[in-house]
């Protein structure tokens, strides 16, 4: 370096000297840049959770881009909605208008073409107002793609300064972008994992783990915040005369049948799970007494009048279900309890001839039994 720069004069001195200025902080720049997009990657590793991934983009796209308006829209492959999961600098008014179809005005188109836009509200019109009045800045829609460039949701930026997006921070939203979406794909992956385990494999409901997970966490809540709920056994009358008779075959497709129509049957935050054979648990939050009661006969009539091949061998002629109620904290102030109290109310209602109801509050403590020879 020293030899080549014998023999310059003054001016090309000074030239070379403003070149190696401009290459410095250019290597500085990126080597910030490289920091950015290593913090992002870092930070969108630590969870699977989606709810806490969102929160954790945000932050660290506030932070690390120092961005003061955005959000991100996912999409709803069935309705074809772009729904709002997270956002940042945004007020309850702003956050009113973010609602976007798919293939509809700046932000769903981004969603349809899979193409960066970048538009101020001149070029957007009435589009624009979603931010609201006198919000005069650019925006920048990004869109998030998971593999082979599927199209799962929108990163929209917004300046309100008024200020153009340089080229240096289309660059790092378009990798953010990327690294968000590859993010929430995994934990996609993740929770649909996470959810085949805590499903039955022949009815396709939750299964008897799960379900003591869920029952914990309700009672717990019920605890805290002075909330009832109710849970419901459900044992099949007869199954395994039915079985004997029609087969094992015929018998996996009832339950399977019958697994459908009771969850038909049921409220969103209703949760059904199968216990074990021929026995299902629901559970009802937020639910006292007399409803549950309620919900367990419309179950009943349900499952009689199911149109399941073979029933006509049974004494009936059709499947019925006996039901147990417990309501916690009435019945019980535990949750293994209350499975226990609705399960003593069920075999009440087996021993006073099966397809009916019998709430945990009506029998004596002592007056339970179990019926022999009916699995």
């Known amino acids: 370096m020293t030899e080549d720069l014998k023999g310059l004069d003054r001016d ?112 957007l019109g009435e589009e624009h107002t979603f931010l609201g009045a006198g919000q005069a800045g650019p925006l920048l829609a990004l869109p998030l793609k998971a593999e082979e460039d599927t199209v799962i949701g929108v990163l929209v930026a917004h300046k309100p300064s008024g200020e153009p997006f340089t080229d240096r921070e289309l660059g790092l939203f378009g990798e953010v972008a990327r690294q968000v979406a590859n993010a929430i794909h995994k934990a996609r992956i993740y929770q649909r994992t996470q959810e085949l385990s805590n499903r039955d494999s022949l009815t396709g409901i939750f299964n008897r783990r799960y379900l003591f997970e869920r029952l914990e966490r309700e009672v717990e809540r019920g605890r805290r915040y002075a909330r009832t709920l109710s849970l419901l056994v459900l044992d099949i009358d007869n199954f395994q005369q039915y079985n004997d008779i029609q087969g094992q075959q015929a018998g996996d497709d009832a339950l399977r049948v019958l697994a459908r129509i009771m969850g038909e049957g049921l409220r969103k935050p209703d949760l059904l799970a199968r216990f074990g054979g021929e026995e299902f648990v629901v559970l009802l939050p937020e639910t006292r007494a007399a409803p549950a009661r309620a919900v367990a006969e419309k179950l009943r009539r349900l499952v ?60 004596e403590a002592e007056g339970a039994t179990r019926p022999v020879g009916d699995q």
């Open 12 to 123: 090309a001195l000074l030239a070379r000297a403003e070149e190696l200025a401009t290459r410095n902080i250019e290597l500085e720049r990126r080597v910030v840049e490289l920091y950015t997009l290593y913090s992002v990657s870092r930070n969108l590793s630590v969870s699977l959770q989606l709810d806490e991934l969102f929160r954790i983009a945000m932050e660290t796209i506030a932070i690390s881009l120092g961005m003061e308006q955005f959000f991100m829209v996912l999409l709803d492959e069935e309705t074809g909605e772009l729904l709002l999961q997270a956002y940042h600098g945004l007020t309850e008014e702003q956050l009113v208008n973010l609602r976007f179809q798919r293939g509809e005005g700046f932000v769903g188109r981004v969603a349809e073409n899979g193409e960066m836009a970048l538009a101020g509200p001149v070029e």
């Open 304 to 363: 009689a009048a199911a149109e399941i091949p073979g029933r006509e061998s049974l004494p009936k002629g059709m499947l019925t279900v006996t039901v147990g109620v417990a309501t916690f904290p009435d019945d019980a102030p535990e949750a293994l309890l209350l499975i226990s109290e609705a399960d003593r109310a069920l075999y009440e209602g087996k021993n006073r001839g099966r397809d009916m109801v019998v709430s945990a509050s009506e029998i």
